[in-house]
């Protein structure tokens, strides 16, 4: 039985991953900004105390801390970090509120280092987590627009790379991922795949990575992301 974190776990692809760890016998941490708001109340009942749902704003160091205490001292095999938001879609050339690119950068750049940190010290070797990036962070991407979104993404994936190299002799595995086009309220009920598809690709994904690999970019089928 695995311990498993989920962060950005109310709907889309985190609530499917929580679902297939707990269709896995796992024992798994929801992390959410609202518990109240989410589908999981519901599924934690019916869960025999597999899964806890603890309510978090990865864009706080307060709440990412507290949050990360209310989840035991067990070690943690595998940590998603799935949390993020879209912001702006159109070009942001004129001057104006930087707030959206702020918030982009605090949720989705700096979060999944929060969330790290908060649970290093349970992180052992084996240990997994599996940050959630974009075809948008990678330089093929042919297409403008999105600018904090696409700033959050390659940050993180620089990041999680130097974070990688770091963590290496500890025997720690980080993982970058491009999830798919979901059909989230991201992606849209036109995108190419369900979260369902996405979360069991993704689980079967992450079974697998090895520390021989931590640091690359993967899309959710196994196919290793061109930067």
Known sequence: ??????????????????????ALGDQVHAMVRDPSSSGLAALGAGSSGQLHIHAVDVASDASVAAAAAQTGNDPVDIL??????????????????WDQFDDAIEIM????????RAFLPRLTAGSKVINFSSQLAASPWPYGGFYGYVAAKSGLNRLMRSVAIDLKDRGIIIGIIHPGYVQTDMGGPDADITPEESAAAIVKLTQGWTIEKSGDFYKWNGEEHPW
């Open 1 to 22: 039985m695995a311990n498993v974190i989920v962060s950005g776990a109310s709907r889309g692809i985190g609530l499917e991953l929580v679902k297939a760890h707990l």
């Open 80 to 97: 998603y970090n799935v949390a993020g938001i879209m912001g702006k879609v159109e070009p942001a050339l004129e001057p104006g509120d």
């Open 109 to 116: 750049l700096k979060g999944p280092l929060r969330v790290l």
